[in-house]
């Protein structure tokens, strides 16, 4: 179940909360409808009940607020809008790449794919689904970790009338088998049919919580909202006169003074109550339609107009059956008539006929409350009730401390959580880049790319070998294989916030180290294939193009290749680092031209430029420090890295990863502390 305590968003400049303090509860086996008209803060409370937002207020998910929950997506599903995913993307491979995240089996994708019922749909695009099978596909995602509890915003919206009534069955499924459904609608019908409790919002507020039958009863129906404090009398007088004149007219005592008559006008009532000496205090038609000025009241008299209540209908909120629901304010009720003004009241009828004629009859409990208040405010025998003594009236400032000391302490505010990270980042990360053929093309483009220019440098001639495999001229800053790694390296992140699929309820990315670590090693495969294709693929091309000659490997392939994979690789972490802090694909590939364009002169200049003292010989004192005779070699191969590194573009690219690593753990840690 759910129980939301005292949500209210902070204020934006001087503008009132989109949601202040609203309570309600959600039982398990029921769907739960937030009703309200556009801009009524339904979207505001799910977020704050989410901990997507900043507010105060606390949610419980089962006793639970979220971020006690290990594992989120297995106890709350979330739908917020549109299924984010990439549009290439398949919907298949959406649900199997979200498994990975959940940490749930595959066959769970096409299991919810056979009860949303788009199994014949499973390999089409996510961009070319219709907007019921959108709907549909959010549905599966929702469903794909087998929550208890569904949190969905306006579901229904933009859908048929056939696409919604089996959303609608869907939800009653899920909450047949004890799960718990809260959902959202700005139609009054839709909730009425739809959900076992409509809780309505107006302006940020709770203006009600009723069951469904009460909610379709009182909100759906036009009314004569009436105030006496004869009310008892006044509601059998009525009755009896809708019995007489054989009319369908349902009068409801809503508590205290206060009266809600159906299928009666203002004028009828108010003659009624003139004839029998009745006293008014506000006689006015309401309407519960929930649309443009819903809730203000037509006051049949100027007296009468002071007397409402600000323009909102006063609904009575229905108690929970559970014993810790909150409670929502009920509408004040006028004073009691003082009896001196009145000396003479009028006798009551003794006679108690049904109250509803051609309507449902109401319930034994409401019957019962309105002839105990009858025979509260008006013995059986037909004498008039004795005056009670004036209660003696207590000092002002007594009062005022007193509700001082009642009122509740703030709730507590509300964090925005970060996001959870994917169970199994490696798997997600590998169905994530294989998913979608932007990989595939960027590393055709390359290829080609890289083989033509290096037939057009063969020909052109003044390039040295090493740099004719690479495809990489002295005017590019870099060659055609490190560019294509860095755009890969970039996308990796890139595509999370573009079409943030793992956290598509936060729109963000979590930033934990398990996930950056499946993408740095994911981006280092891809780049280093990518590095020995390019070789590969230049070779042939020399080789068909003008012969063995220029296709020859080498004497010193070894370092040489070492520093190609090196470069290759480093640039595609390059990538995947800067988008994952400046979270964009086009900020991760200008972090990674910035390398030779800016960071190596910058680097260049620092170690070649004028000083009173050099480091001269520092490589050879290195060596002699760091590099001792280590077992099989391995001194070796310490010093052709460290041979790597010392160049131009091999220190600068080092000094580049190593600014973004830090600029991302820091980003991450800021994030968990906050």
Same mark, same amino acid.
């Given at each position: 179940m759910i129980q939301a305590f005292g949500l209210t968003s902070n204020p934006r400049k001087e503008l009132p909360p989109a949601a202040d303090d609203v309570s309600f509860e959600a039982r398990a086996g029921r769907i739960t409808a937030l009703l309200g008209a556009s801009g009524a803060g339904k979207t505001t409370v799910l977020r704050l009940m989410l901990e997507l937002q900043q507010g105060r207020g606390i949610t419980h998910f089962r006793g639970r607020p979220l971020h006690r929950i290990a594992h989120p997506s297995r106890e709350v599903g979330v739908l917020l809008g549109d299924v984010p995913g990439h549009p290439a993307r398949t919907v298949r491979g959406h649900l199997r790449m979200l498994c990975a995240a959940a940490g749930v089996p595959v066959r769970r994708a096409d299991e919810v794919l056979e009860a949303v019922g788009l199994v014949s749909l499973r390999e089409e695009r996510l961009g070319t689904l219709s907007r019921g099978m959108d709907r549909? #596909?959010? #549905?599966?995602?929702?469903?794909?970790?087998?929550? &208890?509890?569904?949190?969905?915003?306006?579901?229904?919206?933009?859908?048929?009338?056939?696409?919604?009534?089996?959303?609608?069955?869907? #939800?009653?499924? &899920?909450?047949?088998?004890?799960?718990?459904?809260?959902?959202?609608?700005?139609?009054?019908?839709?909730?009425?049919?739809?959900?076992?409790?409509?809780?309505?919002? /107006?302006?940020?507020?709770?203006?009600?919580?009723?069951?469904?039958? /009460?909610?379709?009863?009182?909100?759906?129906?036009?009314?004569?909202?009436?105030?006496?404090?004869?009310?008892?009398? #006044?509601?059998?007088?009525?009755?009896?006169?809708?019995?007489?004149?054989?009319?369908?007219?349902?009068?409801?005592?809503?508590?205290?003074?206060r009266l809600s008559v159906y299928g009666g006008t203002c004028a009828d009532i108010g003659e009624i109550a003139f004839r029998h000496g009745i006293v008014v205090h506000q006689l006015a038609d309401e309407v519960g339609d929930m649309g443009p000025g819903a809730g203000r009241a037509r006051v049949s008299g100027p007296e009468d107009r002071d007397r409402v209540d600000a323009g909102r209908i006063p609904v009575t909120r229905e108690p929970s059956p559970s014993s810790g629901a909150p409670t929502a304010p009920t509408a004040e009720p006028c004073p009691p008539l003082d009896p001196e003004a009145h000396p003479d009241p009028p006798k009551p009828v003794t006679d108690t006929p049904s109250l509803s004629f051609g309507q449902p009859q109401l319930p034994d409990a409401e019957r019962d409350e309105l002839l105990d208040a009858s025979s509260a405010g008006h013995p059986r025998d037909g004498s008039p009730a004795a005056p009670s003594q004036p209660r003696p009236q207590r000092p002002v400032h007594a009062r005022t401390d007193r509700t001082l000391d009642a009122l509740p302490p703030l709730p507590p505010p509300i964090s925005v959580r970060p996001a959870p990270s994917p169970l199994r980042p490696l798997r997600y990360e590998i169905r994530r880049a294989a998913g979608v053929s932007t990989g595939l093309l960027t590393g055709a483009v390359t290829l080609a790319v890289s083989a033509v220019i290096a037939v057009v440098l063969a020909r052109i001639g003044h390039t040295s070998q090493p740099r004719l495999l690479a495809a990489w001229p002295h005017e590019l800053p870099l060659p055609p294989a490190a560019l294509g790694a860095g755009l890969l390296g970039a996308l990796a992140f890139g595509d999370e916030f573009r079409h943030p699929a793992l956290a598509a309820d936060r729109g963000t990315v979590p930033r934990r180290l398990g996930l950056l670590a499946a993408k740095l090693l994911v981006s280092s495969a891809t780049a280093l294939v990518l590095a020995v294709l390019t070789v590969g693929c230049d070779a042939e091309a020399l080789y068909l193009v003008y012969g063995r000659e220029l296709a020859q490997v080498p004497a010193d392939w070894l370092p040489l290749g070492a520093s190609w994979i090196g470069l290759v690789v480093g640039c595609a972490w390059a990538g995947v680092l800067a988008a994952g802090v400046f979270r964009s694909t086009t900020a991760g590939l200008a972090a990674v031209g910035a390398v030779p364009l800016l960071v190596v002169p910058v680097v260049h200049k620092l170690v070649n430029g004028p000083s009173v003292r050099t480091a001269a010989g520092l490589p050879a004192r290195l060596r002699e420090a760091l590099l001792p005779r280590w077992p099989f070699g391995g001194e070796h191969y310490l010093e052709a890295a460290l041979k790597v590194i010392s160049q131009p573009v091999g220190g600068a690219l080092t000094l580049s990863l190593t600014a973004l690593l830090c600029a991302y753990l820091l980003t991450t840690l800021r994030s968990r502390f906050r």
């Open positions: 549909r #596909l959010g #549905l599966a995602c929702v469903l794909l970790a087998d929550p &208890h509890t569904l949190v969905l915003d306006d579901p229904a919206d933009g859908l048929s009338t056939r696409e919604g009534a089996w959303l609608h069955g869907m #939800l009653r499924a &899920h909450a047949a088998q004890g799960g718990t459904v809260l959902f959202t609608t700005s139609e009054p019908k839709e909730a009425a049919r739809t959900a076992d409790r409509v809780v309505t919002l /107006e302006q940020g507020r709770l203006v009600a919580d009723q069951e469904a039958a /009460e909610f379709s009863r009182t909100r759906l129906r036009p009314r004569v909202a009436v105030r006496s404090p004869h009310a008892a009398r #006044l509601a059998v007088l009525l009755a009896k006169q809708a019995r007489t004149s054989q009319l369908s007219v349902e009068v409801v005592h809503e508590g205290g003074n």
